[in-house]
């Protein structure tokens, strides 16, 4: 089965500080795209960061990086120098890209709440 | 990326009546999909939209009581018929990226907050 595991389903960070959001996948295809996507209170899903399976360097974006081991099924989530904007929901989720070019649906984990204090 | 708009953002509907929901994209994209957000939850596709043809329905939804139309590649409708409270949802529209672009990455819309009385 495709699965999406978020196991923090809550976490909290201090201003300014850097905080990790865990997520574990379980595929038995080796093409495949990873995403971390932040859901704020105004509901808009916002795409932080994007990874290609086939790329062993990890992904950055500004503040957001993550640590992507492929063997381990394992895609982490770092948020550097935490802003007060940065609290929001964030859904980790992968798209199977099968032989030929065809892709499977978006698989969703079950989401993290992130609080960000003052 | 695309720019993805929803009418209406919110309703507040009798049982019994049915909500017709607008996705528009301001450039023609390849897939749209409608995902369903229950409060508290993640999201839950519900149907691919495909130009030209009939929607291809995930398990557990059916055409009844989603119905989906795809005019042409900017534009889209979900249709929520015969509501009861347990479709009280944030149902949000999603694009593939523009023609042209990469394919891989889902875009969204801002949702439409539905509560059924």
């Known amino acids: 089965a495709q699965t999406v595991t978020q196991s923090q389903p809550e976490m909290s960070v201090q201003e300014a500080e850097t905080v990790t959001l865990s997520c574990t996948y379980d595929?038995?295809?080796?093409?495949?795209?990873l995403f971390w996507y932040k859901q704020p209170p105004s509901r808009q899903m916002i795409l932080v960061i994007r990874?290609?399976?086939?790329?062993?360097q990890n992904a950055t974006e500004n503040r957001f990086s993550v640590n992507f081991q492929k063997a381990a099924k394992s895609f982490s989530l770092k948020i550097s120098d935490s802003q007060l904007g940065d609290a929001a929901m964030y859904f980790c989720?992968?798209?199977?890209?099968?032989?030929?070019?065809?892709?499977?649906?978006?698989?969703f984990g079950k989401g993290t709440k992130l609080s960000v204090k003052p | 990326s695309a720019v993805i708009s929803q009418k209406p953002s919110r309703d507040i509907c009798q049982r019994g009546t049915s909500l017709t929901i607008q996705c528009q994209v301001d450039s023609q994209v390849t897939m749209m999909f409608w995902y369903r957000q229950q409060p508290g939850q993640s999201l839950t596709l519900i149907a691919t939209a495909n130009q030209g043809s009939e929607a291809t329905y995930e398990s557990g939804f059916v055409i009844d009581k989603f119905p989906i139309s795809r005019p042409n590649l900017t534009f889209s409708t979900l249709t929520v018929s015969n509501m009861s409270p347990e479709d009280s949802s944030i149902y949000l529209c999603?694009?593939?990226?523009?023609?042209?672009?990469?394919?891989?990455?889902?875009?969204f819309g801002p949702g439409t907050r539905l509560l059924v009385l």
């Open positions: 989720a992968y798209r199977i890209v099968y032989y030929g070019g065809s892709q499977g649906n978006l698989i």
């Open positions: 990874q290609e399976a086939y790329k062993q």
């Open positions: 999603s694009v593939v990226g523009p023609a042209g672009e990469y394919q891989e990455t889902q875009y």
């Open positions: 595929t038995s295809e080796s093409d495949y795209y």
